[in-house]
């Protein structure tokens, strides 16, 4: 087993920045592509991003393309989301997940093909 435990959510000003953490345990944390999701009020979860095991390889969805960044510090098995520019909209709870054995990076995109997920953390941007 896996767990991932994030942090770093709260109440940010829209146009502002913050940055989440989701730290793993329990398992090679190398071993696993890392993904976060987001889940707004009222909507289903939607994939915001994800990495490859070494960092090297990013993903991101249109529509925090060029404003969020992933990265992982494998030394503290730890990835981030690194979130710029912020808007209302990004209101959601958002969480990380991990997958082993992944083929290609696009597959992160799949929910339902995480092994593990963390139990989420709220970011709420004001306007």
């Known amino acids: 087993q896996m767990q991932l435990v994030e942090s770093g959510g709260g109440l940010v000003q829209a146009g502002g920045s913050l940055r989440l953490s989701c730290t793993a345990s329990g398992r090679s944390f190398t071993s696993y592509y890392m993904g976060w999701f987001r889940q707004a009020p009222g909507k289903e979860r939607e994939f915001v991003g994800a990495i490859s095991w070494a960092g090297s390889s990013t993903l991101y969805a249109d529509s925090v393309k060029g404003r969020f960044t992933i990265s992982r510090d494998n030394n503290k098995n730890t990835v981030y989301l690194q979130m710029n520019s912020v808007k209302v909209e990004d209101t959601a709870d958002y969480y990380c997940?991990?997958?082993?054995?992944?083929?290609?990076?696009?597959?992160?995109?799949?929910?339902?093909?995480?092994?593990?997920w963390g139990k989420g953390t709220l970011v709420t941007v004001s306007s």
């Open positions: 997940a991990a997958k082993a054995t992944v083929q290609a990076l696009n597959v992160m995109r799949q929910q339902a093909l995480m092994d593990y």
